[in-house]
């Protein structure tokens, strides 16, 4: 439902658009490999693999396609991590429609969309000194978020596709490469951040 609004919204609001729709990280790559598309929209919050992935293998695979990611989570959640990572821009799709539209319209144009409460955040977080989190890599980057969110390991295993084992092994490596032991500082880290929720 939400594509498929998407999909009206644009087609009202760009003009005459070819679309194609993709629910895994497996079939938004089938279908970037198989035409020369003007605008990627991303969701980080794909089943499987994460979103954040996907950005860092559309940036290196096909650099010349823009990416917009709408998503549900909040842009002082994620916007950061995704512009860093390559992201033309980040919106909210629980926000106005009008900010998706105009955000679409700006990056077809060349340019980048951030709203003012996620510039002031940038700034903030430049101002301070980049945090510590630049150095994980997508998967662990997932695995804090959602620890940070108070899931058990068991529970982001389910949520990321992964094995209760693995996604240890990435809480473990996030630990090493922070400085931090517990699911508390970690929490901590994250929300003083602003990487969660």
């Not at 087609?11 to 089938?30: D, I, K, L, M, P």
């Not at 959640?77 to 539209?101: E, F, H, I, N, S």
């Amino acid at each position: 439902m939400a594509r498929e609004g998407l999909r009206a919204l644009l087609a009202r609001g760009v003009g005459e658009c070819t679309f194609q729709e993709a629910a895994s990280y497996e079939e938004a790559v089938e279908h970037l490999a198989t035409g020369e598309w003007d605008l990627a929209l991303l969701d980080v919050d794909l089943p499987g693999r994460s979103g954040l992935e996907l950005l860092g293998e559309i940036r290196r695979k096909w650099p010349s396609v823009p990416v917009l990611v709408v998503s549900a989570s909040h842009e002082l959640d994620l916007g950061t991590p995704c512009l860093r990572r390559g992201a033309a821009g980040y919106v909210c799709k629980k926000g106005p429609a009008a900010d998706v539209l105009l955000a679409v319209q700006k990056v077809l144009g060349g340019g980048h969309y951030v709203s003012a409460d996620l510039a002031a955040h940038v700034a903030r977080l430049a101002a301070a000194g980049a945090p510590r989190s630049r150095r994980l890599s997508a998967r662990e980057f997932d695995v804090l978020r959602l620890v940070a969110k108070g899931l058990s390991l068991g529970e982001v295993a389910a949520k990321l596709g992964l094995s209760e084992k693995t996604v240890a092994t990435y809480r473990a490596r996030v630990g090493v490469k922070l400085g931090l032991s517990s699911n508390v500082e970690l929490t901590r880290y994250a929300l003083k951040n602003g990487l969660a929720d």
